[in-house]
């Protein structure tokens, strides 16, 4: 059973950085596809980073691209979200996801709820 464990949240200033982790309990390259959500409250999910099962392909939600960078370690089966320039609209609880490779065709448009394995989530507060 996959699981996953998120850290690396914190509250910080606007303009700060913050990088989270999300450890899994396995290898995930070329198995399943990972994202990173967030949800703040009385707002629907929102998915702000994907990558592909390979590593090879990432893509944001516009409201963060170019300040946060998906990536994944598979020496230490992490997945991080490096996130630059925060601003008070970037609060919000983040969650890393995983989905079998097999279910994540659609690459970005991959709807959370295929997503099948979640993580309990990291809180990130931006204060102005």
């Known amino acids: 059973q996959l699981q996953l464990v998120e850290s690396g949240g914190g509250s910080v200033q606007s303009g700060g950085s913050l990088t989270l982790s999300c450890a899994v309990s396995t290898a995930t390259s070329g198995r399943y596809c990972m994202a990173w959500f967030r949800q703040a409250p009385d707002n629907q999910r929102e998915k702000v980073a994907h990558?592909?099962?390979?590593?090879?392909?990432?893509r944001y939600a516009d409201s963060v691209k170019g300040r946060f960078t998906i990536s994944q370690d598979n020496t230490k089966n992490t997945l991080y979200l490096q996130m630059n320039s925060l601003k008070p609209e970037d609060t919000a609880m983040y969650y890393c996801?995983?989905?079998?490779?097999?279910?994540?065709?659609?690459?970005?448009?991959?709807?959370?709820?295929?997503?099948?394995?979640w993580g309990r989530g990291t809180q990130v507060t931006v204060s102005s």
């Open positions: 990558i592909s099962s390979q590593g090879g392909t990432t």
């Open positions: 996801a995983a989905v079998s490779v097999t279910r994540c065709m659609a690459g970005w448009n991959t709807r959370f709820d295929v997503f099948g394995v």
